[in-house]
């Protein structure tokens, strides 16, 4: 009860700094670079939790049914996080300026 005050009268603050990545974007093509890779990072940690998530349901639930739509979660994320390194690793050993799209500036 002594705690309850004190939280009431937090102070807000806004986040300062940058979003890394994005904070030395001053033109077109770096910012889509930038995107490109905070997609990939994204993609990524989307993946591990739903792996993570449908290895707990796996364990978790006693149902046959349940249990095989953890596997093919499980199936359709490795898929989905293999597609995305692939792209990325294609793209980088094919040429790897096409990763840093200095075709549009400068």
């Known amino acids: 009860m002594l705690i309850l005050p004190k939280l009431a009268f ?4 806004m986040l300062s700094g940058n979003i890394p990545g994005l904070s030395n974007t001053n033109d077109l093509p770096s910012f889509i670079n930038a995107l ?3 997609a990939i990072m994204v993609g990524v940690i989307v993946a591990v939790v739903i792996i993570a998530y449908s290895g707990l349901t796996y364990m ?3 149902a046959v049914t349940k249990k095989t739509e953890s596997k093919k979660r499980i199936g359709r994320a490795l898929a989905g996080l ?3 390194l692939a792209t990325a690793l294609i ?11 200095k075709i549009l500036g400068k």
């Open 82 to 84: 293999l597609m995305l």
């Open 91 to 101: 793209f980088n050993m094919i040429n790897p300026e096409m990763t840093s799209l």
């Open 10 to 13: 937090a102070e807000y603050k």
């Open 60 to 62: 978790t639930v006693d």
């Open 36 to 38: 490109y890779n905070i």
